[in-house]
């Protein structure tokens, strides 16, 4: 007699974001950068439209931060994503894990949690990688406004 053994969930098909650990919460960020990318607020309607520059700590070739564990040390503006701010947050790319969940949807096929291969998100082509430059190197944000992400 074969017994079907059924492969345990994933944590975050059964856990919501609140009951996520610290760990499993941190593990949810793919890694595409575009977060990190400088945004511009239209005065008068509020719009927000990406740039294609990235704050300085963010290292263009692993498109992680560079000093993640300090960051708010060095970047007044970096925001703390966390369960309370995530659905507040609109301009968040579509693709961002954190948003997918807060909005109910699942993680997508190239996620590196679900590929189990930590460069996925690059290979698929969905992070900042050859797209950005870092903001030391960009004087006229307005110059850099690109129509990604989404
Ligand atoms: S947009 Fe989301 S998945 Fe991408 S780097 Fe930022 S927090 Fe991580």
């Keep these: 007699m074969s017994l079907n053994k059924?492969?345990?969930q994933?944590?975050?098909?059964i856990k919501s974001l609140v009951e996520?650990?610290?760990k499993e919460w941190e593990s949810l960020c793919d890694g595409c950068g575009k977060c990190c990318l400088e945004k511009l607020e239209d005065e008068l309607s509020g719009e927000i439209s990406y740039t294609a520059v990235a704050c300085n700590l963010l290292d263009l070739e692993t498109c992680r931060?560079?000093?993640y564990e300090q960051r708010h040390q060095y970047m007044d503006d970096c925001i703390q994503l966390d369960t309370k701010n995530i659905?507040?947050?609109k301009w968040m790319p579509s693709t961002c894990?954190?948003?997918l969940l807060a909005e109910g949807k699942d993680l997508?096929?190239?996620?590196?949690l679900v590929t189990k291969n930590k460069n996925s998100a690059i290979?698929?082509?969905?992070?900042?990688?050859?797209?950005?430059?870092?903001?030391?190197?960009?004087?006229?944000l307005e110059k850099y406004i690109v129509d990604w992400p989404e």
């Design 6 to 8: 059924k492969e345990p």
């Design 10 to 13: 994933p944590f975050w098909k």
């Design 20 to 22: 996520m650990s610290a």
């Design 65 to 67: 931060c560079a000093r």
């Design 87 to 89: 659905s507040e947050l």
């Design 97 to 99: 894990a954190y948003r």
């Design 108 to 112: 997508p096929a190239w996620h590196p």
């Design 123 to 140: 290979e698929a082509g969905i992070t900042i990688k050859d797209r950005a430059v870092t903001a030391k190197d960009a004087k006229d």
